[in-house]
DNA sequence: GACGTATCTTGATATACATCAAGTTTTCAT
DNA sequence: ATGAAAACTTGATGTATATCAAGATACGTC
């Protein structure tokens, strides 16, 4: 906890991450249209954000984990522009906007916390479409794959191991290629000793290879 | 010009965007590892962003013309994870991200400006994400000129007619397709009477056209 | 515990776009 | 003004991934 604070101030703060909310699985936290009022931050759980077409096409636009937040789409036009759907029961704290733009005009720590979670969320952005404008289907899932165990990793799971809480489908949405393509390419890697597959469980044999399909030499 | 500022107010408000920057056409404003210190906003002239992979390839994020912002992606680790090259003869206003920090604690219309602008290039990537993962050549291309006539006019350009900064090359890295692609979908278009093409002049002839291909109809 | 449904895998075939190639137009520097 | 380089167009061919299809596995519900 950073120095600066008497009790009241932190009183305040904490009334900003106050009020929870659980979603079960499959739910929506928000949806496309809906007024915006807060961000969330997740405790427990896992979410998909997804934008649409107009004939019906979805796009994944991200997977999100505990501690990383949702929402940021709203501010623009005072109403949220994706979707965010429950991958598995969760709980998440609501933290009304106008509570934490008033706070972070008086506690600059957190303003500048606002400011990089929304420049971190551009950055991945910008990854995400390097990623489907310019990488084979190999790289891409490779890329899926070292970023999602990283993130896990960071919260104190294994480095190796873990357990998917997305479909094929909504893996091929992310990446943009089909459920089947996904399926045949854990496969391939399987098959190539780099990965062990079973249904949703994923373990990482070979680090390192991944790495390098991710990050391929340029050709000399 | 919003009430409830005094001259003192708008003299320390003016100071952010006091310097200026003349960037020459192909010059970089900023480049990916440069450290961050401001944002920067289009005076005059036309950029592009870009991230690449470690191989070489590149990917257009971006195009920005007058009055919008670049930099947000320094925020967050204190160095630039894009470049950003101007595609002709430009001048920015160079503003210092501490001082914008400081003065928006100060004023909640521009804490609000600038939370804004984030959520909006979020916003924006998530279409591009949807673009690229969902969509086939002449839509992403009917969607681009869609995007850029629509903004052109918006600063009080033409509703129909532009002339292009950047290369097929350029638009193909954004589209995700090669600039072969580029070329024979806007001749596809020219050959329907969608748009009249001359090299970087374009006139939409029929927008209707070209919003229906971007949004096909649900086949129902 | 059995059944229906969702999810996943794998094979055969199709296709949109990439790649390779050659020629044309435009731009820019001298 | 002239030549070289960059940008663009168009055609022929190749390929990565989509699509179609069928079976296998896992999951949830009564």
New binding site residues.
Partial sequence: MPVGFDLADLARLDEVVATRRKIKQGQPLFNSGEVFTSLYAIRTGFFKTSVSTEDGREQVTGFQMAGEIMGLDGIVNDHHSCNAIALEDAEVCVMPFSNIEDLSREFPILQRHVHKIMSREIVRENSVMLLLGN??????LAAFLLNLVQRLHARGFSKSEFV?R???????SYL????????????KF?DEGIIE????YVRIADPDALQKIFNPQPCI
């Fill in positions: 990488m084979r289907a190999e790289e891409r998917l997305m479909t094929r489908e909504e893996i091929g943009g290629m089909k459920l089947e393509t996904v399926s045949r390419t854990f496969s399987a597959v079973k249904q949703r």
